[in-house]
């Protein structure tokens, strides 16, 4: 068992500059969730999106994994739950979260595990990172939407193969399939994290914000409908602007352009 209290097995940091750091701490069960911790994960994803001095969070496990899966000794206590509370549900809070997430993935994300990392908007991924789903093999019927992201991002035919097989993944192959966006030494996987999220905090903030939901509730969308979609907020967007606004948007713009122009010179 692990003999960290209960209070420190979700970890929450705030730095100054804007980025957050989300850690699942219970390292000597490999990261498995208890019913507490998915109720205490889902917490801290909501009160963060409601924090307005974050605006990118890091999600990462301590120790050699992300996050092993559910703690299988509360299996009934889990799953026999209200599957329906979003509010102790860290997947839902994950996806209503309007700050980017980063999953920070190393080691095994099995099963739970995995499909938080699915809820992430940018894995990156250490070298000996493994994605495995084990709902075919244990009996376990997916709700945290395994079953339909996964097949999305990399087709259905290698979904299946994944989820059916019950094999691992490795991060090698979860990025050629474009699963994850980095893969790193295990040493340098929070500073490519962190380099990430410093690179989305340069940006402006409202816009990441918009720009994320506009991308995520598109991918729910066919094609066409996407595009209206986006034509929408768009036009909402802008006649929301005030004079002022548009002003200083041509001032950034313009002020942009002079200081590539003088780097060239």
Avoid at 44 to 56: M, N, Q, R, T, W
Avoid at 212 to 218: F, H, L, S, T
Wanted: net charge positive.
């Amino acid at each position: 068992m692990d003999n960290s209290s209960p209070e420190n097995l979700i970890v929450v940091k705030k730095d100054v500059d804007g980025i957050a750091y989300v850690t699942i701490n219970r390292p000597k069960s490999l990261n498995s969730l208890t019913k507490p911790m998915m109720t205490d994960l889902a917490r801290a994803f909501k009160s963060l999106d409601a924090d307005e001095s974050v605006g990118v969070i890091i999600l990462s496990g301590s120790g050699r994994s992300f996050c092993s899966g559910v703690d299988l000794t509360s299996a009934e206590d889990v799953f026999k739950g209200d599957v329906k509370d979003v509010e102790a549900d860290p997947v839902a809070q994950m996806e209503r979260c309007r700050k980017p997430i980063i999953g920070a993935i190393s080691g095994f994300a099995i099963t739970a595990g995995f499909e938080i990392s699915l809820a992430c908007d940018i894995l990156v991924a250490s070298k000996d990172a493994k994605f495995i789903d084990t709902h075919a093999r244990f009996g376990i019927f997916p709700s945290w939407g395994l079953s339909q992201k996964l097949s999305r991002i990399i087709g259905a035919n290698k979904a299946r193969e994944v989820s059916l097989t019950a094999s691992p993944l490795t991060a090698e192959k979860a990025e050629k399939w474009g699963l994850v966006n980095h893969v790193v030494e295990g040493s340098e996987l929070l500073k490519k994290a962190r380099e990430v999220a410093e690179a989305i905090m340069k940006n402006n903030r409202d816009l990441v914000l918009r720009y994320k939901a506009v991308i995520n509730d598109g991918c729910k969308l066919d094609l066409h409908h996407a595009l209206l979609l986006e034509k929408e907020r768009a036009h909402e967007y802008y006649n929301g602007m005030t004079k002022e606004q548009f002003k200083k948007m041509q001032e950034f713009i313009a002020g942009r352009s002079s200081k590539k122009s003088a780097s060239k010179l």
